[in-house]
C-alpha cells in the first residue's frame, strides 16, 4: 500500500521558534509535494522536490528518496505561519494526513 | 480569475438526491483531479483524468462518478447521495505526471 505518514499530527510553538514537520513515505517515489492549507481552506504548493533542498524565504523542505523521508522547516516562525502542512507524493494520488501548526505570539 | 474554480462553493442536500460538483480549469492543463478531505483523514482521491479520454478511479471511488467533458472541465456525481459523503471536495490540476497540482477552492457539501 503507497502510505505518506507525516508526524507530528499537532503542533504548537511561540513565535520565533525553529519548526519541523516529518513526511515518510512507504514506496518509492521520485519526487514529493508540500502543501499548505489555512484555516480558509484553499490549498497552495509549497514545494515540490526530488532530491536534496529547497528554500523559499523562511520555508525549507529537504529529501532524501533512499531513506523514503522529507522534512519542511520554518525559520523564525510567525502567527502567520499557522495552517495545517501536507506532504503528497508528486503524482497526486497519496497524501499525508496533515500537520496542524499553531503558532502563538 | 482564478485559474481553478468549483461550482457550487457550498451545498446542502438530502439523502437520495443526485449532485453534481463542477470543476473548471483555465490553466490548459491535461490532469484533473478530485478530492474529498475529512477531519482526521486527509485528502483521499476520488477520480483523476489524464485527458478526455483517460478516467481512472482513486481510493474511494464508491458512490461516486466523473464526467471529463472537455480539457478545461471535470464534474464529479453523485448519484444517490448520503450523509456519510458530507465532507469538503477539492478539484485539482497539473500539467504532467509528477509536476505542481493547483487546487480548487473546494465545495463544502453537506448531505442530511
Known amino acids: 500500500k503507497n502510505e505518506v505518514e507525516q508526524s507530528p499530527q499537532n503542533l504548537t510553538a511561540q513565535e520565533g521558534e525553529f519548526i519541523t514537520i516529518n513526511c515518510s513515505y512507504s514506496?518509492?517515489?521520485?519526487?514529493l509535494h508540500w502543501l499548505q492549507q489555512h484555516p480558509g481552506g484553499g490549498i497552495v504548493s509549497l514545494f515540490m522536490?526530488?532530491?536534496g533542498k529547497k528554500k523559499h524565504g523562511r520555508l525549507i523542505a529537504t529529501i532524501n528518496i533512499q531513506e523514503k523521508h522529507s522534512s519542511l522547516h520554518i525559520t523564525a516562525s510567525h502567527p502567520r505561519d499557522s495552517a495545517v502542512y501536507i506532504c503528497a507524493r508528486a503524482d497526486g494520488l497519496t497524501f499525508g494526513k496533515g500537520t496542524h501548526l499553531i503558532i502563538q505570539p | 480569475d482564478a485559474d481553478v474554480t468549483q461550482t457550487p462553493r457550498n451545498r446542502i442536500t438530502k439523502t437520495g438526491k443526485r449532485i453534481m460538483l463542477e470543476c473548471s480549469q483555465t490553466?490548459?492543463?491535461?490532469?484533473m483531479y478530485w478530492y474529498r478531505q475529512d477531519p482526521g483523514l486527509g485528502l483521499r482521491l476520488i477520480y483523476y483524468s489524464f485527458d478526455v479520454k483517460d478516467i481512472n478511479k482513486g481510493e474511494i471511488s464508491d458512490g461516486y462518478s466523473v464526467s471529463r467533458q472537455a480539457q478545461a472541465k471535470f464534474s464529479l456525481s453523485l448519484e444517490s447521495a448520503i450523509p456519510n459523503q458530507t465532507a469538503l471536495y477539492f478539484c485539482?490540476?497539473?500539467?504532467?505526471?509528477?509536476?505542481?497540482?493547483?487546487f480548487g477552492p473546494g465545495t463544502r457539501l453537506t448531505v442530511l
Open positions: 490553466k490548459g492543463h491535461d490532469r
Open positions: 485539482a490540476t497539473s500539467p504532467i505526471w509528477g509536476d505542481t497540482q493547483y
Open positions: 514506496v518509492g517515489i521520485s519526487a
Open positions: 522536490l526530488s532530491s
